[in-house]
């Protein structure tokens, strides 16, 4: 295991990449390795390197009793290599043995193989000076961070083995890795900070990275050292080579140690958690022999570093649960605060943001999109919203690789390449997303665990949320539907109750009249009249509240209309009221709109009623009346050279019995322009006004497209 | 003999400009009151004060939609279930335009409904117009067995007294 091919460094060739993943079948020759029958102790296999190790061509050693080559030569030696070898697949150090026919002491490592034992050897060198691992140790549990520990690492490795070059990675599930820390001499290029993309590094080779160890290459330039016989006379196969310590670099990681400028190289796996989570790797530009005491103190504080990496991580799982814990309660209070919960969550975007540790978010919402931090256009990020939704799915979808989920938005992997998205309502495609940026090539930071959990978490209180709103709702309803029950049974009351005696007023006072007339004074013949245009009068006001009531409960019956003829006949209606006065009409472009007629015909007439009353003594009124289009619907105005109104008065105009002119002035009910307004905002429309005293006034109605119209108490009830 | 009018009606003030108003449209017919729609059951089954009475439907029922005991609607609701009734003309006479009501009362087999208006000359046309199309043009459905009758009547009035 060695540091792959840097993300921007050249892509590798189909060819030396294949060979990565294929077993190795030949060793460095700075050592030597022999294959040995585990029950008997015979040599099946023999490196070539044995020649220049031990003087003796392979085929000489073949069949001979490892035991009684070494000194002592007694079969004592292989009930030791039998001991060591009980379980599959573990290497161990034996220490050093010394050979009969040659000098000098081999350090030797065994693990099993099947039946077979695979012993390798290497000569040995002077004891190393005994690391000081108890003060690396105190100084790692004072480390806060991953980095901070592996920043330490480094540091103590270049030290201890002079490599020109020390640096550690982390790696992502995947096996992306990032270069997070570094210690370099002169002439070393700077790695730190680098991406490398996962090569060659398949489940199964990043399993064994722990069996295998640390890898030592001293010279990527010696010649790999093949067994002989290449298969084993037992199984007939090449022997598996790959748990050897001694085994020979492959053709991809000698082209990225090239690529990283490296002669000699050493790696260490750091584990965590049972898996690979990232490795040390050191560099040197000539070759560069290594003792085996040395790479076991490093190998030892590899693992003392990754026992303290899990620890951090742990640790650090345990502060982020805590942390989303808290952030789901402020967006869950939030969104309470608020009427919706895109409003609520927008309202605390910093805790939007951490709380998917996301550098962007939006809200899709309708068609309304919000977006917070860095994120794509709200263009992007609506018909990102839209292919989530044509994929269907209720759950958290999240990706670290957006580019490679959906390559139509690769373009987008500056600020969104890692996607977590969170539908939010059963019906509608409303989702709250975060973001992350490109983070090795084509893939973000991936989403934790515990960040997916609360995500999950986080929705399932949303739509509770949601549900409960929905609720209120439903009970608001229910409590209109009561008022507006009250509210027929009280008009009611007042068109029945109210109305007869105003009618005996006015029939007895016009009775009165008749039969006594002549014999009245002028005065009492004037309080007589008086008497009778009161009870008609209030007649009208009890009979326009009752319109007015009727008009908020009644069903709209909407179809299209064409305003210039429905304004034409109004014209014509009204034409008594202008009393032979005349007026300038200035007819602008009237579109058709999608609304009930009969309510239609009397809100127009009521303005242009007004407009003809506020005009008296203009000569000459101009009543100019337009519309013009409006987020799919239209505005329509009517304008007038009248009395006008001050502004400050704007709030009463459209009110029930309000009036902004006196009786004498302008004769009227005070509740035409109340049933404008109600009417267009049965309509889902809004009326609104500008005037200047003296000067005539503008009334506008905006009507929506054709749409469902508002719902109303009544259409709730129904 | 004309068939008289019902008018059924219990406000004093209402009955009084009513029947000044049936007065002014110069029908000939006779005004029967009743001041409740109990009464009015009596007078057109012909029991309690009004077992005397001669026999006959009147020619037309002039029925206040809010009446104290049986209102107006449950009247209605009796003509027209009444084999011997069903086929008398009924006109509401009411305060209210309350849609409800208007509803109901045509679903019950109304002929015609009249919001009575505030202004006393209108009332007074109201009435009259409903007097002479109810009590003298209508004629019952064909076939009806107060068909002759009622052409007797139209007969009646176009001799000269």
């Known amino acids: 295991m060695h540091l792959p091919s840097p993300a921007s460094g050249k892509d590798i060739p189909a060819a030396r990449a294949s060979g990565s993943t294929r077993p190795p079948h030949a060793i460095q020759p700075h050592g030597f390795l022999l294959v040995l029958d585990r029950a008997r102790g015979t040599i099946l296999q023999a490196s070539a390197s044995v020649r220049q190790h031990l003087n003796a061509p392979p085929a000489e050693l073949l069949g001979q009793r490892l035991a009684y080559l070494v000194h002592p030569a007694d079969g004592r030696f292989h009930e030791r290599l039998r001991a060591a070898t009980q379980a599959e697949r573990i290497p161990h150090h034996l220490g050093t043995v010394a050979f009969i026919a040659v000098g000098g002491r081999f350090d030797l490592v065994v693990h099993r193989y099947g039946e077979s034992i695979v012993a390798e050897f290497e000569p040995a060198a002077p004891q190393a000076r005994p690391s000081d691992l108890g003060g690396f140790v105190d100084q790692a549990q004072r480390c806060q961070t991953a980095d901070e520990l592996c920043e330490l690492a480094v540091e103590r490795i270049r030290r201890m083995t002079g490599f020109g070059r020390v640096v550690s990675l982390e790696l992502d599930p995947d096996g992306h890795g990032r270069v997070n820390a570094e210690r370099r001499g002169r002439g070393y290029a700077s790695l730190l900070g680098r991406h490398f993309p996962a090569v060659g590094q398949p489940p199964q080779a990043r399993a064994d990275a722990r069996a295998q160890g640390l890898n030592y290459i001293p010279d990527t330039g010696s010649e790999p050292s093949p067994l002989e016989p290449a298969r084993h006379p037992g199984t007939g196969a090449c022997t598996d080579l790959s748990l050897a310590s001694l085994r020979a670099a492959t053709p991809t990681l000698l082209h990225c140690l090239e690529d990283v400028g490296a002669r000699a190289a050493m790696s260490l796996p750091l584990m965590s958690q049972g898996r690979l989570w990232g490795m040390i790797a050191c560099h040197h530009a000539q070759p560069r022999i290594m003792p085996q005491a040395v790479r076991s103190q490093c190998d030892l504080l590899a693992q003392v570093v990754a026992l303290q990496i899990e620890a951090r991580l742990a640790q650090a799982e345990a502060d982020r649960r805590h942390e989303l814990q808290r952030l789901t309660g402020m967006l869950l209070a939030a969104m309470s605060r608020h009427d919706s919960v895109p409003a609520g969550l927008a309202s605390v975007p910093g805790a939007l943001l951490e709380f998917a540790d996301a550098t962007g978010a939006a809200i899709v919402h309708g068609d309304e999109c919000q977006t917070f931090g860095r994120a794509p256009s709200r263009r992007a990020v609506q018909a990102l919203a839209a292919r989530l939704a044509r994929k269907g799915g209720t759950g958290v979808f999240h990706t670290a690789s957006l580019p490679d989920e959906a390559p139509a938005f690769a373009s987008l992997q500056g600020v969104a390449c890692g996607v977590l998205a969170l539908p939010i309502s059963e019906l509608h495609a409303n989702y709250v997303l975060w973001f992350r940026p490109e983070w090795t090539r084509g893939r973000a930071r991936p989403w934790q665990a515990c960040e997916l959990e609360s995500a999950a978490e986080l929705r399932t209180a949303i739509t509770g949320i949601v549900l409960r709103k929905a609720e209120e709702l439903a009970g608001l309803a229910d409590e209109l539907g009561r008022i507006n029950q009250e509210l027929e049974a009280f008009s009611y009351s007042v068109s029945h109750d109210l109305r007869a005696p105003l009618r005996h007023i006015a029939g007895y006072a016009d009775l009165l009249r008749e039969y006594e007339g002549p014999r009245l004074s002028d005065r009492g013949a004037r309080y007589l009249d008086n008497i009778g245009d009161s009870a008609r009068f209030a007649g009208r006001l009890v009979d326009a509240l009752l319109t007015f009531s009727q008009m908020g409960r009644s069903a709209l019956r909407p179809s299209q209309i064409d305003l210039s003829q429905a304004l034409e006949q109004i014209r014509r209606e009204l034409a008594p009221d202008l009393d032979g006065r005349q007026v300038d009409w200035i007819m602008g472009e009237l579109p058709s709109v999608h609304a009930d007629a009969a309510y239609m015909h009397l809100a127009l007439r009521n303005l242009l009623s007004n407009a003809i009353k506020y005009t008296r003594g203009r000569d000459p009124a101009v009543i100019e009346i337009g519309a013009w289009p409006r987020h799919g619907g239209h505005v329509i105005y009517v304008r007038d050279n009248g009395v006008g109104f001050d502004m400050k008065y704007v709030g009463k105009l459209f009110g029930v019995f309000q009036r902004l002119h006196r009786m004498e002035e302008f004769e009227g009910t005070g509740i035409g322009l109340a049933n404008v307004r109600r009417i267009v905002e049965r309509h889902g429309g809004r009326v609104w006004a500008e005037g200047t005293p003296g000067q005539g006034a503008t009334f506008y109605v905006f009507l929506p497209g054709a749409q469902p119209p508002a719902a109303t108490a009544a259409d709730m009830k129904e | ?161």
């Not at chain 2, 004309?2 to 449209?25: F, G, H, M």
């Not at chain 2, 003309?89 to 208007?102: A, F, G, I, K």
Request: charged content about 25%.
């Open chain 2, 1 to 161: 003999m004309l068939k008289p009018i019902l008018l059924v009606e219990d406000s004093p003030q209402d009955l009084e400009l009513t029947l000044i108003a049936l007065e002014r449209s110069q029908l000939a017919n006779d005004v029967v009151v009743a001041r409740d729609g109990e009464e009015a059951a009596d007078y057109l089954c012909r029991r309690g004060h009004h077992q005397d009475r001669p026999v006959g439907n009147p020619a037309v029922i002039l029925l206040d939609l809010k009446l104290p005991k049986m209102d107006g609607l449950e009247l209605l609701q009796f003509i027209r279930g009444d084999r011997g009734l069903q086929n008398v003309p009924v006109v509401m006479l009411t305060s209210s335009s309350e849609e409800s009501d208007l509803v109901r009362a045509y679903d019950l087999g109304v002929n015609a409904y009249v919001v009575k208006p505030v202004n006393f000359p209108d009332f007074v046309r109201a009435i009259g117009e409903l007097g002479v199309f109810w009590a003298v043009l209508n004629e019952p459905p064909p076939g009806s067995l107060r068909r002759t009758a009622a052409r007797s009547n139209r007969d009646s009035r176009s001799q000269p007294t």
